[in-house]
């Protein structure tokens, strides 16, 4: 028995070192070569040599009609586009314009953000891109996402070894080609469950929230670190950038007023806005827009395809126009 434990005692760290080994360098290779393909989908359209472009999360790809804007502009259809993707972010864009350095460096690009960008609590698939994960060691990947984000995790490296086996993406295909990217969706808010939904979202009134935006707030990580980094790093090579937060649904917002969601979305905000200071980046923040109506969104953070193209009004008037502000 003394001879086994004693077996036991030298074998089983080599075992550990050798299982490490054998999982670590395979991660770490893929981590080192991967290139985020998230808006493969949407990448036909840089090859129209637009003038304008749309990028960021869904608040952009749902909110922002290029054919609204260039009738506006007096441009031509394809002098426009959208190339934002639901839970995008600047850092998506880094690949894009290392492979269309010339249409970047000529066209004005309107990047709209949203809170879950810097907050390292917020580690669901849908609110912490690939790109983002890219950018971190490996040991920051797992001291970020597991255990307890383990399908986060999962799914970046699937999406790694799809590159290296060739497999191609589902939805690598021409999104949304009559509309030059953008995605319009219909119908109005349930105003009345509003209330119920704020209160769910901000679970005994003990700062914490189940919103997968805000959960387990924290807007001075890593999630801010690589935000500005990226900010930083595409802002030169663009012929003009331009960041945005949009806008929320009036009835929300006043249901959330006296709770932690409204004090991380100011935070948010407020923080954003120094990073663009710092670093010379126009920014405009859309939260409260006095012209928005509670018939102008689907749900609390996005505008239905109506409220989409009176908001594409607004903002080709505020970034791209001379003409004052448009009024209802």
Known sequence: MHLYKKWVTKTLPLVAVFIAI???????LLNMNFRDDSLCGKEYLLGKNPKIIFA???????Q???LVASRLLHLDKDDVVNIAVTAGDPLML?????RYPEVFSKATVILSLSANLINDGAKGRKYFST???AKLTVFEQISMLLPFHFRTWKNYYRSALYQVLGIQRDDCNNEYAETNGFYPVSGEIDVEALNGTAVNADTAGNNKTNHPWYMEY???GRKAQLLRQSLQ?????IGKL?????PFNPSYLRSISNSPLYEYEMDFETKLAAMCRELHIPFRKFTEHPLLRDQNFYDSAHLNAAGADLFTEFVTREFLDSRKPATQ
Do not use: K
């Not at 331009?242 to 949009?246: E, H, L, R």
């Open 22 to 28: 054998s999982t670590l360098v395979p991660l770490y």
């Open 56 to 62: 960021g999360d869904s608040r952009a790809e749902r």
């Open 64 to 66: 922002l009609n290029p």
């Open 94 to 98: 880094e690949g894009l314009i290392d």
């Open 131 to 133: 790109a983002m994960i």
């Open 218 to 220: 924290n807007s001075s």
């Open 233 to 237: 790093a595409i802002a030169p090579r």
């Open 242 to 246: 331009i960041v945005f937060t949009g």
